[in-house]
């Protein structure tokens, strides 16, 4: 009786496998199939994060950090102040810089009064040489004169018209206009001489003037870098942001680019997704094409992208140390290419999105 009951559960059983066993098997293969045309547009890697822009804080003077205005994760806008340090050394450098440039600038305006002066004193003797050539011009007139009259009473004392005396006195003023016009000419020599001497006194003068702009231009430079110094001791924040990696505190000495801190900013046009995608699944990933993106930490909530560049090389080409293929034994290893993802506007108002976070972005490939 028992062998007669099994024979029917058994084929119920081999009717039950041989029905629900073959609609396994197509359920299987009709899903492994809309699994690999999803596959297809559909390109994802969990080998992805946020990336974006770290605005490191360092100073550019050393000091002692006398004032600090942030705290850590603070939120801070553009020109905001995040530090001070003590500028009593730089202030004293700056006033020192002033005097020295106030001072050469003196020396500057001493030089031009100097050669105003001497081309004044030229002035004065140009005119000189005028007068001087005039009264040679008269001397010389005078001397004709006094010639004529002395030929002309030699020749009527030698007829006995007119007595001696009058020949003398002839003589006399001859020799008279003839010693003046001498000295006139020595006089137009001399003041020639002297204006020579003044040209080249002025020519002298002048020429401390370039070297003295010179120094006056390095003062100036001097000047204004003491300026920057005293500018440089207070530090602002460059952008919108949160401030992170503070390493900084009141009263302590700080060196020309030590880190200080860095300001972070979320905004969408400074955060974007980095994906290291498999060289394999970038056939048809082309610039524009939508992303869906998850994020490890907002497991229920979905962010709009789109694929911005795909990166000219590998991640192995540009690390410290690039592999180097021609030597020893070749094992070929699928490569990833860095692929940068920009989140659409309006994707992450709330600014959720973290640097660092890891991200799971899906790129639909048929999309444009």
């Given at each position: 009786?028992?062998?007669?009951?099994?024979?029917?559960?058994?084929?119920k059983?081999?009717?039950?496998?041989?029905?629900?066993?073959?609609?396994?098997?197509?359920?299987?293969?009709?899903?492994?199939?809309?699994?690999?045309?999803?596959?297809?547009?559909?390109?994802?890697?969990?080998?992805?994060?946020?990336?974006?822009?770290?605005?490191?804080?360092?100073?550019?003077v050393?000091?002692?950090?006398k004032?600090?205005?942030?705290?850590?994760?603070q939120?801070?806008?553009?020109?905001?102040?995040?530090?001070?340090?003590?500028?009593?050394?730089?202030?004293v450098?700056?006033?020192?810089?002033?005097?020295?440039?106030?001072?050469?600038?003196?020396?500057?305006?001493?030089?031009?009064?100097?050669?105003?002066?001497?081309?004044?004193?030229?002035?004065?003797?140009?005119?000189?040489?005028?007068?001087?050539?005039?009264?040679?011009?008269?001397?010389?007139?005078?001397?004709?004169?006094?010639?004529?009259?002395?030929?002309?009473?030699?020749?009527?004392?030698?007829?006995?018209?007119?007595?001696?005396?009058?020949?003398?006195?002839?003589?006399?003023?001859?020799?008279?206009?003839?010693?003046?016009?001498?000295?006139?000419k020595?006089?137009?020599?001399?003041?020639?001489?002297?204006?020579?001497?003044?040209?080249?006194?002025?020519?002298?003068?002048?020429?401390?003037?370039?070297?003295?702009?010179?120094?006056?231009?390095?003062?100036e430079?001097?000047?204004?870098?003491?300026?920057?110094?005293?500018?440089?001791?207070?530090?602002?924040?460059?952008?919108?942001?949160?401030?992170?990696?503070?390493?900084?505190?009141?009263?302590?000495?700080?060196q020309?680019g030590?880190?200080?801190?860095?300001?972070?900013?979320?905004?969408?046009?400074?955060?974007?997704?980095?994906?290291?995608?498999?060289?394999?699944?970038?056939?048809?990933?082309?610039?524009?094409?939508?992303?869906?993106?998850?994020?490890?930490?907002?497991?229920?909530?979905?962010?709009?992208?789109?694929?911005?560049?795909?990166m000219?090389?590998?991640?192995?080409?540009?690390?410290?140390?690039?592999?180097?293929?021609?030597?020893?034994?070749?094992?070929?290893?699928?490569?990833?290419?860095?692929?940068?993802?920009?989140?659409?506007?309006?994707?992450?108002?709330?600014?959720?999105l973290?640097?660092?976070?890891?991200?799971?972005?899906?790129?639909?490939?048929?999309?444009?």
């Amino acid at each position: 009786m028992e062998e007669k009951e099994e024979k029917p559960k058994q084929r119920k059983r081999k009717i039950f496998a041989f029905i629900v066993f073959p609609f396994l098997m197509m359920v299987g293969a009709v899903t492994l199939y809309f699994y690999l045309e999803y596959k297809k547009t559909h390109i994802s890697t969990d080998d992805a994060f946020i990336d974006g822009r770290i605005h490191a804080i360092a100073s550019k003077v050393p000091g002692t950090v006398k004032a600090l205005y942030v705290k850590d994760n603070q939120p801070v806008k553009k020109n905001d102040p995040l530090l001070e340090i003590d500028p009593v050394d730089y202030d004293v450098s700056m006033r020192e810089a002033q005097a020295g440039l106030e001072i050469e600038r003196h020396k500057l305006y001493q030089i031009h009064d100097s050669v105003d002066t001497v081309k004044k004193k030229l002035s004065e003797l140009m005119a000189s040489l005028e007068a001087t050539r005039a009264n040679l011009d008269l001397q010389e007139a005078t001397y004709r004169q006094t010639g004529v009259d002395f030929r002309r009473a030699e020749v009527l004392w030698k007829r006995e018209v007119v007595p001696k005396d009058n020949y003398d006195k002839a003589k006399t003023n001859y020799d008279v206009a003839g010693a003046q016009v001498k000295a006139a000419k020595e006089q137009v020599k001399q003041t020639e001489a002297s204006i020579e001497t003044q040209k080249a006194l002025i020519k002298q003068t002048e020429s401390g003037i370039p070297p003295q702009q010179a120094t006056i231009q390095q003062k100036e430079a001097s000047y204004r870098a003491s300026q920057l110094n005293l500018g440089y001791t207070k530090l602002y924040a460059p952008a919108d942001g949160y401030v992170t990696k503070r390493t900084v505190e009141v009263g302590n000495q700080i060196q020309v680019g030590q880190p200080l801190m860095a300001v972070v900013p979320l905004k969408q046009v400074d955060v974007w997704i980095t994906a290291n995608y498999k060289e394999t699944q970038l056939e048809r990933v082309k610039p524009g094409q939508k992303v869906k993106i998850k994020a490890d930490t907002y497991p229920n909530k979905e962010f709009d992208g789109k694929v911005d560049s795909i990166m000219a090389g590998t991640g192995a080409v540009f690390s410290l140390l690039p592999p180097e293929n021609a030597t020893g034994n070749y094992v070929k290893v699928v490569q990833r290419i860095p692929v940068k993802i920009i989140l659409d506007e309006g994707s992450d108002p709330g600014h959720l999105l973290r640097i660092g976070m890891s991200v799971v972005p899906t790129i639909l490939v048929d999309s444009k």
